[in-house]
């Protein structure tokens, strides 16, 4: 097995600058970090990442702890983080916890053993304040902020908003709402209220429908969908809390013979790839996934190397008009 001091003899440089290559540490010509790459190539050389972490104490790795790895929007997700983390020269430890305590317990005690230089967190189930000891920072996307913790949310209050004044512009006078789970307080309620306080404000009829997290596991929404439109006939508009749902409703509607969009104007959230797949495709209210990746690898990187960071921090949403409505 090649050692560093092999990669060194090969490559012609000396042991530290090989070293300063591979932790990225001070100037390195690119002539040289290329004699290094082509060495290690050479002599199928892979670098100790747990002896690295224990001589500068902390990894160029992030955790990263989602609930769903197939979900498209934390498919979207964790592609972008993992790419703005390239860009950063730091790699990503990725766990699906599936809305487990004890396997998020399990993930965290990892990350520690693997010194990574921080966390990012995505479950709602996770109670952060068990870690504010820990020695690296954890982020969260997408649920509120625990006391010494970091968040990032996009405007799910305005993209509700947004969505229920778009249905309306376009006739709707009875509009179905589904997705929200009550289990627990997540940013994602605000897209309820921003719907729901814009539909009173223009007096349109609208029933909220909740959905358990089971829904959520498993992916599958028809029984709510199907109940919903046996109920509520009269239905001519749906906001789905996310284009995975507002799928489902578009299939559904083709069960039931209803028209989409001539009888039924149908409204997403998230603007991830399935919104392009369907037919019709889906209006959306756009989720700006890669901007708010990037912010959180970047929110690590600076909280690990002592810069203090902004407790919370908002995106704007967008709304994205297509063939559904």
Not at 45 to 68: D, M
Not at 140 to 151: M, N, P, Q, V, Y
Request: net charge positive.
């Amino acid at each position: 097995m090649a050692t560093l001091k092999d990669v060194a003899r090969e490559s012609g440089l000396t042991v530290g600058t090989v070293s300063r290559v591979l932790n990225n540490r001070g100037y390195i010509s690119e002539q040289a970090r290329n004699k290094v790459y082509e060495a290690m190539r050479q002599l199928n050389y892979q670098p100790n990442e747990v002896a690295r972490s224990l001589s500068k104490q902390k990894s160029n790795t992030i955790g990263i702890i989602v609930p769903h790895i197939v979900h498209p929007y934390f498919a979207k997700m964790i592609s972008n983080l993992e790419q703005s983390a390239y860009n950063h020269k730091h790699k990503i430890l990725l766990f699906n916890s599936m809305g487990k305590d004890e396997r998020e317990d399990e993930f965290i005690e990892m990350c520690k053993s693997h010194r990574v230089a921080g966390v990012i967190l995505f479950s709602a189930f996770f109670e952060t304040k068990r870690f504010r000891a820990l020695d690296f920072p954890m982020i969260t996307i997408e649920r509120f902020a625990d006391k010494g913790i970091a968040s990032i949310e996009c405007d799910n209050y305005q993209g509700g908003a947004l969505a229920a004044e778009h249905l309306i512009s376009k006739n709707c006078t009875f509009i179905l709402n589904f997705g929200v789970v009550r289990e627990r307080p997540m940013p994602a309620d605000q897209r309820t209220e921003g719907f729901e306080q814009l539909c009173k404000s223009k007096r349109i009829q609208y029933v909220s429908i909740d959905s358990r997290k089971g829904y959520f596991d498993r992916m599958t929404y028809y029984p709510i969908l199907r109940e919903a439109l046996r109920k509520y006939p009269q239905a001519d508009g749906i906001f789905a809390s996310s284009d995975l749902i507002a799928a489902q409703a578009i299939q559904i509607c083709a069960e039931n013979g209803i028209k989409v969009p001539e009888q039924m104007k149908i409204i997403g959230f998230d603007d991830v790839n399935i919104s392009e797949l369907t037919t019709p495709r889906i209006t959306t209210i756009h989720q700006p996934v890669k901007e708010m990746a990037e912010e959180a690898i970047s929110m690590i990187i600076r909280s690990a190397s002592g810069e203090v960071v902004p407790a919370r921090t908002m995106f704007p949403v967008k709304l994205i008009i297509r063939e559904s409505t």
